[in-house]
């Protein structure tokens, strides 16, 4: 059986695009739960509203939750509270990017 934690490492397989970080490093992901029948779901935020990379991110966090073992389907909710910033980084990565 996943645990947000598995979930959570699995997702450091998926980057912002723009950014060609993974979403986990830069803070996208605020929560992950699962229930016993194997349902996931994902509250995760973009870098902006008009992100045009959404789509692609999204779609590649469902595609990664899903095709680990015991998960029987994967819900992903933008959500814009708290509003993402820079200071939810990895200190590592933020540092790296001059911050």
């Known amino acids: 059986m996943q645990t947000p934690e598995t979930i ?7 980057k912002d695009p723009e950014l060609n970080l993974n979403i986990i490093d830069i803070g996208l992901v605020y929560d992950i739960t699962l229930d016993e029948a194997g349902h996931v779901q994902v509250k995760m935020t973009l870098t902006s ?12 966090v469902k595609r990664t939750v ?11 909710e933008i959500v814009w509270e708290p509003y993402w910033t820079p200071e939810r980084m990895d200190p590592r990565i933020r540092a790296f990017m001059g911050g």
């Open 66 to 76: 899903e095709d680990l073992e015991g998960v029987t389907g994967a819900e992903v």
């Open 8 to 14: 959570r490492k699995a997702l450091r397989g998926v």
């Open 49 to 60: 509203p008009g992100c045009p990379a959404g789509p692609e991110i999204v779609g590649d």
